[in-house]
Structures are given as structure tokens and as C-alpha cells.
């Protein structure tokens, strides 16, 4: 699972532990950092079975794009916007 991030460090923890949660197996996790500079590095090497990728702005396509290709998984995916919405009840 490829984990695109550029300066949302603060929402970094919530989506890596939401794809550790999975019960799929042997899950690959890249964090690609594109050109943050608040603590994304920080917080993923926090996570020993998260792989760290840094790369200058690319946009998210660019990120997505370049995690899937630093994925050994073929079958990688890259993880959409996961924050909570507000309800509106």
C-alpha cells in the first residue's frame, strides 16, 4: 500500500495504522513523502515495517505514481484521502 503525503504528518499515524489494521497478509507499506517539509520523515520511520521514500513535489499523481513503482507488490494500491468527514447530524 503506497501512502502519498506531502505536509499531512499530523494524519500519518492514523493512515498507517489503519493499513496495518488489515488482515491481509505480509501488506507492503511505502510512505511516499513528496517534498514535505514538516515531520513526515519523523513520524514514518517510527514504523519499522514502513518503507520511506522521499522524492522533491510532484503532486499526488506524481507520488502515486512513483510509490507504486518503489513497490515490490504488484498488486500495490495507493491509499486515497482517509480523514474522517464531519457528519452532519
Do not use: H
Amino acid at each position: 500500500m503506497v501512502i502519498p503525503c506531502y505536509n499531512q504528518a499530523q494524519f500519518l499515524p492514523e493512515a498507517i495504522e489503519s493499513v496495518l489494521a488489515q488482515s491481509y497478509p505480509k501488506i507492503e507499506i511505502v510512505v511516499l513523502d513528496d517534498g514535505s517539509t514538516d515531520s513526515t520523515a519523523e513520524i514514518a520511520s517510527r514504523y519499522s515495517s514502513v518503507r520511506y521514500v522521499y522524492q522533491q513535489n510532484a503532486g499526488l499523481s506524481g507520488a502515486r505514481n512513483t510509490g507504486l513503482r518503489q513497490s515490490s507488490d504488484d498488486s500495490a494500491d495507493a491509499l486515497r484521502d482517509s480523514r474522517r468527514k464531519p457528519s452532519r447530524e
